[in-house]
């Protein structure tokens, strides 16, 4: 399932949607760190929505757990969201009603199988506006206990700043490397 994806993630970067989609940038990890920070997107105001597309393992010992991301360094409890998981087998779902002070970002943790990353995409619509609510959304892929897992969710921003930073952190576990995220601009 993560091959799948990742497959659908390249093929956009090939060209597969029309030219649709700048890569803004990337960053590969070499080394493990406990955060990723993209900064100065106001430098991108030509764009409508921006796109983060990230292959990512955390070095914590069981086979998943959660990354994070904050918006404009912004953690207080405006990041409300749901999810939807399936495996083949069963759907679950989860939700925060009530506003958490991170979105949410299932990852393959390092006692997974080795050399196996989560694939994930995450659309930010209206980056820039000020004149709503930043919304969303996500695709996640990941193959553990032998298993296929996808997971679609999205969450808003409870803030109507323009967005000019995203950071996606753990503050405990860092992210391995070998992890890769790229922003692309939708216009």
Do not use: W
Not at 138 to 164: M, P, Q, R, V, W
């Amino acid at each position: 399932m993560s091959l799948m994806l990742l497959g659908i993630l390249n093929s956009q970067a090939a060209g597969g949607a029309a030219g649709a989609y700048d890569l803004l940038e990337t960053v590969s990890l070499t080394s493990n760190t406990t955060s990723v920070e993209f900064t100065g997107l106001g430098a991108y105001s030509e764009y409508k929505h921006l796109q983060i597309r990230l292959v990512a393992r955390i070095e914590r010992s069981i086979f998943s757990d959660n990354l994070f991301l904050t918006l404009n360094s912004n953690n207080s409890n405006i990041y409300p969201y749901h999810a939807l998981r399936g495996d083949g087998f069963s759907v679950t779902s989860t939700f925060s009603s009530g506003a958490g002070t991170e979105f949410l970002i299932n990852c393959l943790a390092n006692s997974a199988t080795a050399n196996n990353y989560s694939t994930m995409v995450i659309d930010l619509l209206d980056f820039s506006s000020t004149l709503k609510n930043t919304t969303m959304r996500y695709l996640n892929g990941k193959s553990e206990y032998g298993a296929d897992l996808i997971e679609l969710g999205s969450g808003a921003f409870l803030d109507t700043s323009a967005i000019t930073s995203i950071q996606i952190f753990r503050n405990t576990f860092g992210i391995m490397a070998g992890s890769r995220f790229s922003l692309y601009g939708v216009k």
